[in-house]
Nanobody
Framework: QVQLVESGGGLVQAGGSLRLSCAAS????????MGWFRQAPGKEREFVAA???????YYADSVKGRFTISRDNTKNTIYLQMNSLNPEDTAVYYC??????????????????WGQGTQVTVSS
């Protein structure tokens, strides 16, 4: 099975940018749909963005136009470029993978594989 490790989180001021990475091992991600989710304190884990095995992309309304998801299958890695960050983006960000191409990209229960998360904190 695939193992996922996120990196790139940190502390940034409002209006700033960060790029998260999710490195996969154990399996090639070229056959996986990949997603980013986030969880703020006291809240449920929510969908942020997804990229299909064929590179179609999907975004939550709250990040559309500010975040960009991409994948580099040669590096077995996906990315989340986050621009114009605001304090509401503060959360632990998780990378996830699934092989069921027909399941809902935005539903966390459809993703069987998860990373450990990386903290993103946006100060005002």
């Amino acid at each position: 099975q695939v193992q996922l490790v996120e990196s790139g989180g940190g502390l940034v001021q409002a209006g700033g940018s960060l790029r998260l990475s999710c490195a996969a091992s154990g399996r090639a991600i070229s056959n996986y749909d990949m997603g980013w989710f986030r969880q703020a304190p006291g809240k449920e884990r929510e969908f942020v963005a997804a990229i299909s095995w064929s590179a179609n992309t999907y975004y939550a309304d709250s990040v559309k136009g500010r975040f960009t998801i991409s994948r580099d299958n040669t590096k077995n890695t996906i990315y989340l470029q986050m621009n114009s960050l605001n304090p509401e983006d503060t959360a632990v960000y998780y990378c996830a993978a699934k092989t069921n191409y027909f399941s809902d990209y935005a539903s966390r229960i459809e993703y069987p594989y998860w990373g450990q998360g990386t903290q993103v904190t946006v100060s005002s």
